[in-house]
Nanobody, 123 residues
Framework: QLQLVESGGGLVQPGGSLRLSCAASGFTLDYYAIGWFRQAPGKEREGVSCISSSGSVTNYADSVKGRFTISRDNAKSTVYLQMNSLKPEDTAVYTC????????????????WGKGTLVTVSV
């Protein structure tokens, strides 16, 4: 079955860190850009970060810039999202998706989507 699987979510205190993983199952991640999205309760989904297929290009939402770092290990078909200095407003379900390129995310449905992992930032 061709799918993306996220892991690494959980409960963390404000100021803490988590590393999310997005692993490909049934296909290779090498040719895809990977985007991370999040959706908080009662809010619309927002883009968090994207990394190109080679890993040479990355971008971030202003709300996470300087705190989150996206990276990838194509040998392991896995993309990571390192989240530091977490805030309560980072609480959301985080989902990854595969795209041909980061530049098409706004108008492309995505080739593959994961089911998401919950991140809760609370005391």
């Amino acid at each position: 079955q061709l799918q993306l699987v996220e892991s690494g979510g959980g409960l963390v205190q404000p100021g803490g860190s988590l590393r999310l993983s997005c692993a490909a199952s049934g296909f290779t991640l090498d040719y895809y850009a990977i985007g991370w999205f999040r959706q908080a309760p009662g809010k619309e989904r927002e883009g968090v970060s994207c990394i190109s297929s080679s890993g040479s290009v990355t971008n971030y939402a202003d709300s996470v810039k300087g705190r989150f770092t996206i990276s990838r290990d194509n040998a392991k078909s896995t993309v990571y999202l390192q989240m530091n200095s977490l805030k309560p407003e980072d609480t959301a379900v985080y989902t990854c998706a595969a795209y041909p390129r980061c530049t098409v995310i706004a108008h492309h449905p995505g080739n593959y989507w994961g089911k998401g992992t919950l991140v809760t930032v609370s005391v």
